[in-house]
């Protein structure tokens, strides 16, 4: 089984950070099929995450970002180039001043391509 780790620190602070992580989740929910469960707390937060090939955790703290994720045969084929995608997509967003803003017009532009007939991922 493959792993990918992935740790990201920002200044969003707890809320904005819960709220970015939990939109986070709500698409792959919807685009991919992933089911979580979001364990909130006072200091920080877990999003636990699976679908078929793929399990793991999200921490959320007030000042970093965790990502564990186990990757079944099929998908640990592709660890290195999902784990690229989620490292530009997640530095993009802290990078930018609004990151769920940012997040929200990502989800647009994709959403864009694919009625073109794009289909290229945010």
Do not use: C, Y
């Amino acid at each position: 089984m493959s792993r990918i780790h992935i740790i990201r620190e920002h200044r969003l602070g707890l809320p904005p950070a819960r709220r970015l992580a939990v939109r986070w989740a709500e698409t792959a929910h919807e685009h991919l099929g992933m089911e979580w469960v979001h364990e909130e707390g006072e200091e920080g937060d877990q999003l636990v995450f699976k679908r078929a090939g793929v399990h793991g955790t999200l921490a959320v703290t007030p000042d970093r970002f965790v990502l564990d994720a186990k990757l079944g045969l099929l998908l640990a084929a592709f660890r290195h180039r999902i784990e690229t995608e989620i490292v530009g997509n997640l530095d993009q967003l802290l990078a930018h001043e609004e990151p769920m803003v940012a997040f929200e017009e990502a989800l647009a532009r994709r959403s864009a391509r694919k009625k073109a007939g794009g289909g290229k991922k945010a």
